[in-house]
C-alpha cells in the first residue's frame, strides 16, 4: 500500500504522525509526506519519500499572539488556516499525481488538502493532533478552556455560550472555504463540526481520562491516544551532570509571544532544590539564566522526562501529552490556541496545575510547581489511559482497514471499544 500524508506547517502536527508513519512503514507500506521544510531531512532519514509543501504556504504564519482573548485568539488562527486552503488544493494535487497514493492522511487543519481528498475518491483519513472542537451538549463550548458544567449554573452556561462561540468559529474560516470547497467541486460546511466529520475516519491523538467522556462521538473518530515523537539525537551530555529533580520548561515551537513564561521560570524556580531546562525553539530570552538552569533552543524532550519532576509548557497538546504520556505532571500556561483546552484538561484530570497567562509571576508559577509536582499520581493515570488507547499500532489498523474497505461505523465503535478497556 502506498501512503501519501500531508501536514501543515507545525512541528507539533508533524511530530505525532510520525510513529504512525513508522508503523505503517515496518507493515511494508511505502511512506510519502509533504510536511514543512524542516521536518523533510528527518523524514527522509527514515526512509520516506519527503519533500516540503509549498513555501508559500509556510509564510502564511499565525498572527494569534495579537488577539485580546481566546475567543479573538481563535478567529485569528482558524483565518489563518482559512488563507492556506487556496494553496493546499494545487500542492496536495501535485504531490497526488508524483506518488501515487492508494489511501491519504491529511492533518485536520488542512482544509484545502481535505477537499481535494474528499473530491479524489480513494481512501483518506484525518489525524487530529490537539483537542477538537466538536460540539457535544455534555463538554464546554470551545475556546475559553470552560471548566465542565457543574449543575444548572454550568448547562445554563454552555447553553448561552455555545452558539455565540460557533458563530466566531464560522465565520472566521466556512465563507472562505465554501468557495475553496466549491472551486474543488464538493459540498460547503454547513457547520463548524464538518470541519472534522466528512473524512471516513479520523485518527484523534489524545484518550481519556485526559479528553473529557462523552457518548456522542462521530463514528469515524477513533481515539488512539498520543504519538510522541522527537528527531533522532543522542542525549546531551550536560544531561548526565544534572542531580537534583528536573523541571523542563518548553514553549511554542511555532512563534506565540511566549518568551514571557521562560522568564517566569527561571526566575520563580532560581532559588529551588531543582535543575531547570529551558526549550525556546521560536522565541528569544532577554535577561539573566540563574545557576540552576540551562536554555537550549531545542533538546529532544524523551530523556528529560525520563527524569522530569514536572513539566512547564505553554499549553500545547504535543508537549504536554508527551509530558503526561511519560507520568510526568504538568503545569501549563496557556497563552492562545487550543492551549486553554489543552491546561484545562490538565486541572480536571488531576495530573498538574493550570496558570493563566495574564495571571503569570514567578512567585504564582513557583506555587503551581510545586503543587504540580505533588499530582503525579494523575500524570500516571492519564499516562496508563494513553497507553491503553493503542497508539501508532491501533491507528495503523484503522488506516489499513479504511484502505480496505472494511472500515464501517461498527469497525469503529469496536476499535473505541478497545480503548475504553
Known amino acids: 500500500m502506498r501512503v501519501l500524508a500531508y501536514t501543515s506547517p507545525a512541528r507539533g502536527h508533524l511530530f505525532g504522525l510520525v510513529p504512525i508513519l513508522d508503523e505503517l ?168 463540526d464538518d470541519l472534522f466529520t466528512r473524512s471516513p475516519l479520523l485518527l484523534y491523538l489524545t484518550a481519556e481520562p485526559f479528553e473529557y467522556p462523552r457518548p456522542d462521538w462521530p463514528a469515524s473518530v477513533v481515539a488512539v491516544g498520543p504519538c510522541a515523537w522527537d528527531p533522532p539525537a543522542e542525549p546531551p551530555a550536560w544531561l548526565g551532570e544534572l542531580r537534583r529533580p528536573l523541571v523542563l520548561v518548553s514553549t511554542s515551537s511555532e512563534f506565540q509571544d511566549d518568551a514571557a513564561l521562560a522568564r517566569a521560570a527561571l526566575d520563580g524556580l532560581a532559588g529551588e532544590d531543582v535543575d531547570v531546562v529551558v526549550t525556546m525553539p521560536s522565541a528569544a530570552l532577554d535577561g539573566p ?49 487550543d492551549q486553554f483546552e489543552v491546561a484545562r484538561r490538565v486541572e480536571v484530570a488531576g495530573a498538574g496545575t493550570r496558570l493563566p497567562a495574564r495571571r503569570l509571576t514567578p512567585a504564582r508559577l513557583r506555587a503551581c510547581v510545586r503543587e504540580a509536582i505533588r499530582r503525579r499520581a494523575g500524570a500516571e493515570r492519564v499516562a496508563a489511559g494513553f497507553a491503553r488507547a493503542g497508539g501508532a499500532p491501533r491507528a495503523a489498523d484503522a488506516v489499513e482497514a479504511l484502505a480496505g474497505g472494511a472500515y464501517t461505523a461498527s469497525a469503529s465503535a469496536a476499535a473505541r471499544s478497545t480503548t475504553a478497556r
Open 25 to 192: 512503514a515496518r507493515r511494508g507500506h511505502a511512506i510519502a509526506v509533504r510536511t514543512l521544510a524542516a521536518g523533510v531531512g528527518p523524514l527522509a532519514r527514515r526512509g520516506f519519500a519527503a519533500a516540503p509543501i509549498a513555501p508559500a504556504i509556510e509564510r502564511l504564519a499565525h498572527d494569534d499572539h495579537r488577539a485580546r482573548t481566546p475567543v479573538g485568539g481563535l478567529r485569528r488562527s482558524m483565518a489563518t488556516f482559512a488563507r492556506r486552503a487556496p494553496l493546499e488544493v494545487e500542492d496536495l494535487r501535485t504531490a497526488i499525481a508524483a506518488t501515487a497514493p492508494d489511501v491519504l492522511l491529511v492533518d485536520a487543519m488542512t482544509f484545502g488538502a481535505a477537499a481535494v481528498a474528499e473530491a479524489d475518491g480513494r481512501p483518506w483519513a484525518q489525524w487530529m493532533p490537539y483537542p477538537m472542537p466538536l460540539s457535544s451538549p455534555v463538554v464546554p463550548p470551545f475556546a475559553p478552556g470552560l471548566a465542565p458544567a457543574r449543575g444548572l449554573p454550568g448547562r445554563v452556561r454552555d447553553r448561552a455560550l455555545r452558539p455565540v462561540l460557533a458563530r466566531a468559529y464560522r465565520s472566521a474560516a466556512l465563507p472562505a472555504l465554501g468557495a475553496v470547497r466549491s472551486a474543488v467541486g464538493v459540498a460547503p460546511y454547513t457547520s463548524t
Open 289 to 337: 539564566v540563574p545557576e540552576n538552569a540551562r536554555v537550549e533552543p531545542f533538546v529532544a524532550h524523551a530523556p528529560i522526562l525520563l527524569r522530569a519532576a514536572c513539566a512547564v509548557t505553554h499549553g500545547g497538546a504535543g508537549v504536554t501529552q508527551k509530558a503526561l504520556a511519560a507520568g510526568v505532571p504538568v503545569c501549563a500556561v496557556p497563552f492562545g490556541r
